[in-house]
DNA sequence: TGCCAGGCCCTCTTTAGGGCCTT
């Protein structure tokens, strides 16, 4: 019995910059709880990475040094967000970016989690591939999206990849007969080549 | 001083290069 893709905890990090591995660290964690395809809790802090961040990164998303000083640290604020996710499968837009940030924030405090991750991105390429872009404020625009003016800033992106996600979801069962699409099936789906795509939801109706 | 992400995906591809995404 897989889980249902309905039931997933969409969360997005504001970060330093590009790159763990060249030291960057998270300052922002924002994450919604979606069961049955309700929000039933939501996650939010900021974090201080011991360090200042670069002015592209404050304009960038408006979170600022000063803000930052007054935050709690990253491990003690990851702390708490491993708790929140439990064991819980994860979904992020351009999922790679955000899973890299979690592991190494979560090595750094010796933590790990069960859950898999799944991509809003690569879901999107492939269910809407005449969208000439698939940034998440462009896709916010193209499928008009609820949300309140704010982007790049963790809780309102995740809020709005969480219904990215369950309108992609849906959209399996209002447009492909899918019913009920689990979370393994938009793993999968990621992983079609977009040619093929047409094919596959066929072949699991 | 010079270095500078990683994964996906397409194509004028696979002995490679470059655009798209994330901050």
Redesign the pocket.
């Given at each position: 019995m897989t889980a249902p893709a309905t039931s997933a905890i969409v969360l997005?990090?504001?970060?330093?910059?590009?790159?763990p591995?060249?030291g960057?660290r998270a300052?922002?964690i924002g994450a919604v709880k979606l069961e049955n395809g309700q929000v039933v809790d939501r996650f939010q802090s900021l974090m201080n990475p011991g360090f200042r961040v670069s002015s592209?990164?404050e304009g960038?998303?408006g979170?600022t040094n000063n803000m930052l000083s007054h935050a709690p640290s990253c491990d003690e604020v990851m702390s708490e967000f491993v708790d929140f996710i439990g064991d819980a499968n994860l979904v992020?837009?351009?999922a790679?970016?955000?899973k890299?940030f979690l592991d190494a924030e979560l090595d750094l405090i010796g933590k790990g989690y069960g859950g898999e991750f799944a991509?809003s991105?690569?879901v999107s390429?492939?269910l809407n591939?005449e969208?000439?872009?698939?940034?998440?404020?462009?896709?916010v625009a193209y499928h008009n999206i609820a949300n309140d003016g704010v982007?790049?800033r963790?809780l309102a992106?995740a809020e709005v990849t969480a219904s990215l996600w369950l309108l992609l979801v849906n959209s399996l069962t209002e447009n492909h007969a899918i019913a009920q699409p689990s979370f393994e099936l938009m793993q999968k789906l990621?992983?079609?080549?977009?040619?093929s795509v047409g094919k596959f939801l066929t072949k699991h109706k």
């Amino acid at each position: 019995m897989t889980a249902p893709a309905t039931s997933a905890i969409v969360l997005d990090f504001e970060t330093t910059g590009l790159s763990p591995n060249q030291g960057d660290r998270a300052i922002e964690i924002g994450a919604v709880k979606l069961e049955n395809g309700q929000v039933v809790d939501r996650f939010q802090s900021l974090m201080n990475p011991g360090f200042r961040v670069s002015s592209f990164i404050e304009g960038y998303t408006g979170i600022t040094n000063n803000m930052l000083s007054h935050a709690p640290s990253c491990d003690e604020v990851m702390s708490e967000f491993v708790d929140f996710i439990g064991d819980a499968n994860l979904v992020a837009h351009n999922a790679s970016f955000d899973k890299r940030f979690l592991d190494a924030e979560l090595d750094l405090i010796g933590k790990g989690y069960g859950g898999e991750f799944a991509c809003s991105l690569l879901v999107s390429r492939r269910l809407n591939q005449e969208a000439n872009s698939h940034k998440l404020g462009d896709l916010v625009a193209y499928h008009n999206i609820a949300n309140d003016g704010v982007f790049h800033r963790a809780l309102a992106d995740a809020e709005v990849t969480a219904s990215l996600w369950l309108l992609l979801v849906n959209s399996l069962t209002e447009n492909h007969a899918i019913a009920q699409p689990s979370f393994e099936l938009m793993q999968k789906l990621a992983k079609q080549p977009k040619a093929s795509v047409g094919k596959f939801l066929t072949k699991h109706k």
